[in-house]
């Protein structure tokens, strides 16, 4: 029952916080992400309920949404202690959040399973109908172009290129989301991710033969 309890809490947290977020990382965002984790964790058969916590949690400290992203997983940290979250899981909690985000894609490999899944989960949900709808989400957010033919999308990224780069929505696709097809880490994230994937490049072709006035 604790941990239903803790469960609760955070989705009431979360929820508050991220409900009304326009940039693709709302609450609706992390409820796809946690049934995600949850379907994944099952299959795997890893601990459902520290990746449902992480899941939950996994954007609160995110730098697209904090300015201070060091303040913000000292915040965390002190809810999970504040409701009754063991030292043990909420490590484990905090080392999956801090290690997930793609940044350029220079980020080590999750350490354990629990971690694979919840990024995983994370990642699926970028790509598909509903990666192409939060893409433009958050360029729009952002203030940036939908597309730029002129502006060629980048290669290998530095944390800090990655994060300060203001590139059209259309090269983040290639700069970021076609690659996240071959970086899952379990197998019933591969299969997922391969329909995906079709999705991203089904679209693409469909926008640039538009763009080029041949449909």
Not at 47 to 64: G, N, Y
Not at 90 to 115: C, D, N, W, Y
């Amino acid at each position: 029952m604790k941990q239903e309890q803790i469960l609760a809490a955070a989705r009431a947290h979360v929820r508050e916080r991220l409900e009304h977020d326009s940039s693709g990382h709302d609450w609706w965002h992390i409820d796809r992400v946690v049934r995600l984790a949850r379907r994944l964790a099952e299959e795997e058969r890893a601990d459902v309920f520290l990746c449902e916590l992480a899941a939950l949690t996994h954007d609160l400290a995110d730098w697209k949404l904090n300015p201070d992203e060091a303040q913000a997983l000292d915040d965390l940290r002190a809810w999970l202690a504040e409701h009754g979250v063991d030292e043990t899981t909420s490590a484990a909690v905090m080392e999956i959040i801090t290690h997930m985000s793609f940044k350029g894609g220079g980020q080590p490999p999750m350490r354990t399973l629990e971690g694979q899944i919840v990024q995983d989960a994370d990642r699926l949900d970028a790509i598909g109908a509903i990666g192409i709808a939060r893409a433009f989400a958050y360029g729009g957010a952002k203030g940036r172009p939908m597309h730029d033919p002129e502006a060629q999308p980048r290669g290998q990224m530095t944390v800090e290129e990655y994060r300060s780069q203001q590139a059209p929505t259309i090269n983040h696709f290639h700069e970021k989301l076609l690659l996240l097809k071959d970086r899952m880490n379990t197998v019933t994230a591969k299969r997922l991710a391969a329909q995906r994937h079709a999705v991203l490049e089904a679209f693409l072709a469909e926008f640039q033969a538009e763009w080029d006035g041949e449909r």
